[in-house]
């Protein structure tokens, strides 16, 4: 599959998902019940948890029991294995659009989790959107629902969650420090609103090196969304790149490939072959025709990212660089003076409102994984994190991997797995596992970042081979 037709796949199946009204049809013995209106928040709709939005039904893996329901306008599952070691992992999923409609699914390590004697829990929150705060309530919730369903409390939780579902792991492990003992994000939002600074560099850099005025409406008219369309085709046919089609750059693209590389992790591996990746996917509808990053600029929505109570962007005082030299570039000069500023006028929010802030305050071992290709929820939410468990003291407590990929949650089972089994480790042990040196800049940049927990083939990625693996030799025999 071409990477165009891959990404292509992934975010219309996305897309479908989220705006399905229609009930699946159940595998079991009568149909899926119908979409039941939530008690809590008007005008969703809750799928039949005891069904995939595929059609199928949710069927117990071997030796496994299930339970399902519907909470507060939230649809939950549970599976405990037969053999069940007390334990609970809690899984929260990523963005779904902003539908009316809300499922639940399984995680991604379902099996591996009843292997080793798991227990798992899902919700599919009450609300779609970006609503960090209502997966936070939700899936802190489930432990609860766990003990009242199936009669058994959990000894142990682990907290896990992908994309937007990082952030809810992130925010919720400080909101309830007691409740849980692990977490493993991947993927993960883990710098709030830092994402949506990211989404602003991208776009006002783009601007300013094409030479294209625009503006950043705090309320958004009717018609801004056609304008910002025919600016931004003018600046991505400026740029060399279009939807659909690997880019050509220009002088200008280049330099904008430098400035979205230092703003999303920094000079590393691979970087090339990510930004072809994500300029040649469509941007989310309505704003498809666009080149992905352009149909995420934050002034679309007046920076609130449809949940927050104002702009949460800002880059007043970001110093943009398209080089690594010790002293700014002449272009560099000429992109800081005429780059639009924008200033905020909210920010991450203390509680569960809004945009929840993650602190970076863990008090329990956490491990996660960020694919070092990743554009849209880009590497550098992994070294954000990363520098405020470092300012507060709390450095020990995270482990981060790089994965070589270059797109969003694209890891294989091997990866998932090795990480997961070695954050329960971790927690049995108290032995810190190994991770990788995220935020030194010459270690990312080294052409072999990445290859230490990288297990299994990542279309799309295209760097240096990885030195191939070797294992000591052994040991001659005692004479």
């Not at 409609?101 to 399984?106: E, G, I, L, R």
């Not at 969304?225 to 089609?245: C, D, F, M």
């Not at 945009?355 to 929820?377: A, E, K, M, W, Y």
Request: charged share 15%; hydrophobic share 40%.
């Amino acid at each position: 599959m071409t990477m165009r037709r891959k990404c292509l796949a992934v975010f219309a199946a996305a897309l479908a998902l989220v705006t399905m009204l229609s009930a699946p049809a159940s595998a079991a013995p009568v149909a899926c019940a119908a979409p039941a209106p939530s008690t809590t928040h008007p005008g969703y709709l809750v799928l039949d948890p005891a069904c995939d939005v595929s059609g199928a039904a949710f069927t117990p893996l071997t030796g496994a029991h299930i339970w399902t329901g519907i909470r507060d306008g939230a649809a939950f599952r549970f599976e405990v294995p037969q053999q069940w070691n007390g334990k609970l992992v809690v899984y929260a999923h990523g963005y779904r659009g902003t539908g009316n409609v809300v499922y639940v699914d399984n995680p991604a390590l379902r099996a591996h989790y009843l292997e080793t004697g798991y227990a798992w829990a899902a919700s599919s929150y009450a609300t779609n959107g970006y609503d960090v705060g209502q997966g936070v309530r939700d899936s802190h919730a489930l432990i609860d629902i766990f003990r009242q369903v199936t009669g058994r409390p959990a000894r142990s939780v682990i907290m896990t969650g992908a994309s937007m579902g990082g952030q809810v792991t992130a925010v919720a492990i400080e909101r309830f420090p007691r409740a849980f003992d692990a977490a493993m994000p991947y993927c993960g939002v883990l710098g709030d609103t830092e994402l949506y600074d990211y989404f602003l560099d991208a776009n006002v850099t783009a601007a300013a090196l094409t030479d294209e005025r625009i503006d950043f409406p705090l309320a958004p008219g009717a018609d801004y969304q056609a304008q910002w369309r025919e600016q931004a085709g003018r600046i991505t046919a400026a740029l060399g790149v279009k939807a659909g089609t690997l880019p050509v750059l220009t002088r200008a693209g280049k330099n904008w490939s430098n400035a979205v590389e230092r703003r999303s992790g920094g000079e590393r591996p691979g970087f090339d072959s990510a930004f072809a990746y994500w300029n040649a996917a469509p941007s989310l509808a309505p704003l498809n025709d666009l080149p992905f990053l352009f149909g995420l600029y934050p002034g679309l929505s007046g920076g609130t990212g449809g949940i927050a109570s104002g702009n949460v962007t800002d880059n007043q005082y970001t110093y943009y660089r398209l080089a690594d030299s010790p002293l700014p570039t002449f272009a560099e000069l000429k992109l800081n003076a005429e780059v639009l500023r924008v200033q905020h006028t909210a920010t991450a929010d203390p509680g569960l409102a809004g945009i929840p802030r993650v602190n970076g305050t863990p008090r329990i071992p956490v491990l996660s994984l960020h694919d070092v290709g990743d554009l849209f929820v880009p590497f550098s939410m992994e070294q954000e994190y990363a520098r405020r468990a470092l300012r507060n003291g709390r450095a020990n407590l995270f482990v981060s991997r790089a994965i070589r990929g270059v797109g969003h949650c694209d890891f294989t089972q091997s990866e998932l797995v090795t990480a997961f089994d070695d954050l329960t480790a971790w927690v049995r042990t108290g032995r810190r596992p190994a991770g990788d040196a995220i935020l030194n800049s010459r270690a990312v940049a080294d052409e072999s970042f990445g290859c230490r927990f990288t297990d299994g083939a990542h279309p799309g990625y295209v760097a240096s081979p990885c030195p191939a693996k070797t294992t000591a030799p052994p040991a001659p025999p005692r004479m």
